[in-house]
């Protein structure tokens, strides 16, 4: 208390001092003169810095670079302009090169030296699903060859690693092991969503990858969209043929909307799909995704699974092996068969185009389940034989696609004939088989 009354009284006795202090004895306050006297010492301590150690002429050259450069500079332009005009066709021989080692024939009519989309252009960044599978590991290779960073992403449930293994010193190609029913955050431009089981094999007589196959559609679906548009990436879905299911008209168009059963051996690869596609569809009318998506005829070619389900695998394989080619049912069946480097080339004519689709790519020339089965007798085997069994269910009957949209919009037409690849595709197999075989030996 007494602290409290003295800490008051010292308070008083100050305030009546301040008040008492005549004005001359007070500091007169000039903030301009502050200011300039503040202004005058930087300026000083600059010039000084300057003028010390030769940074003046430091400062001279520098700016006499920087003059150089842009007086120069327009010539400088025309000069990389015309050389990279001249390296147009060692591009275009070079790419031609690395096609033929990937075993994509040149049809006759095929025009030679034409430039990929990218060269010249912008570097993407581009990512895979599925992309060392059989179809995704081919256009790992295209756009490997365009100058894209590529990002494969597989869980290699039906992929194999064997089929990329040749880009793995390539500093321009990644590999991640990952399922895409989980989400994951990359940056990239383009996005290839190409990751389902598609073969007969694996989505008709395993319960438990019936539910998988339909989780990959949907989910896989719904986190790559999530992803494209996070980033702002383009998105292109691969479909299928078999939306159309048992198709009531033929050939079959864009416009037709199926004849699928939903709740067959087959439904879960055929609803999967159609509900990818209508994800697709969603997040274009709603968020603005900028969509594509295409509808995949029956395509071969080399690095397919050797035993997958599909037909022309089947014959090939069981040609080679010396076992009767299997045909279900009469064998009346008519499928259309498209090579894969044709495929690739509709996904990215796909891509880099401005129209969403939904667009058929495949190779309308219809074959019979016979007429397939004496093509690949005369390919591999003259003496092979054929056995015919009961057919399977939901088995469509017929399956042309309508490429008109395609040929129109995408200026897209399959080139390669089915005498033409399928002996590419037989030699794969042979080497596959024949390694297959003495791996068994040597165990």
Same mark, same amino acid.
């Given at each position: ?20 202090? !005549? ?84 049809? &006759? ?30 256009? &790992? ?29 390539? !500093? ?116 603005? &995704? ?73 190779? !309308? ?79």
């Amino acid at each position: 208390m007494n602290n409290m009354k003295q800490l008051h009284k010292q308070s008083i006795a100050n305030q009546r001092r301040d008040e008492e202090t !005549p004005a001359s004895e007070t500091l007169p306050y000039s903030p301009k003169s502050l200011k300039h006297t503040s202004s005058s010492r930087y300026l000083s301590r600059s010039m000084n810095y300057i003028l010390k150690e030769q940074r003046l002429l430091f400062i001279l050259i520098g700016m006499l670079i920087g003059s150089t450069f842009v007086i120069f500079k327009p010539s400088i332009s025309t000069i990389s302009i015309a050389e990279n005009s001249s390296d147009h066709d060692i591009t275009s021989i070079a790419i031609s090169n690395r096609e033929s080692i990937t075993h994509f024939p040149r049809p &006759v009519n095929q025009a030679v030296g034409r430039i990929p989309v990218s060269i010249g252009g912008k570097r993407r960044r581009v990512v895979v699903t599925g992309g060392s599978g059989f179809v995704g590991s081919h256009l &790992v290779d295209k756009l490997i060859a365009r100058g894209d960073d590529v990002i494969v992403i597989d869980n290699f449930f039906t992929g194999r690693k064997e089929n990329v293994m040749h880009h793995f010193s390539n !500093p321009r190609f990644e590999l991640i092991r990952h399922d895409v029913v989980e989400p994951i955050l990359l940056e990239v431009d383009q996005i290839y969503h190409l990751a389902c089981p598609a073969s007969p094999v694996h989505y008709k007589y395993n319960p438990f990858r019936n539910y998988w196959d339909y989780k990959t559609n949907v989910m896989g679906t719904l986190n790559m969209l999530g992803l494209a548009k996070r980033i702002g990436a383009r998105f292109l879905l691969t479909s299928t043929s078999e939306v159309y299911g048992d198709p009531l008209e033929h050939p079959q168009k864009e416009t037709y909307w199926g004849h699928v059963n939903p709740i067959g051996v087959r439904s879960c690869y055929d609803e999967g799909k159609r509900t990818a596609e209508t994800l697709t569809m969603d997040y274009h009318r709603g968020d603005d &995704v900028e969509v594509r998506i295409a509808r995949i005829f029956n395509t071969y070619g080399p690095r397919m699974c050797l035993d997958d389900g599909r037909v022309v695998s089947n014959f090939v394989s069981q040609a080679i092996r010396k076992q009767p080619m299997t045909v279900y049912g009469d064998g009346k069946q008519t499928r259309s068969f498209q090579y894969v480097s044709d495929l690739v080339d509709g996904l990215m004519a796909l891509m880099e185009g401005e129209h969403i689709g939904p667009f058929n790519l495949g190779n !309308p020339g219809e074959f019979t389940m016979l007429e397939l089965a004496q093509v690949v007798k005369e390919t591999v085997d003259p003496s092979a034989t054929i056995e015919f069994r009961e057919n399977t269910a939901d088995d469509p009957q017929k399956r042309k696609p309508d490429i008109s949209k395609a040929k129109n919009m995408l200026n897209w037409e399959p080139k390669i004939t089915l005498r033409e690849g399928l002996p590419l595709m037989a030699a794969d197999f042979r080497n596959r088989i024949l390694n297959e075989d003495e791996g068994k030996v040597g165990k």
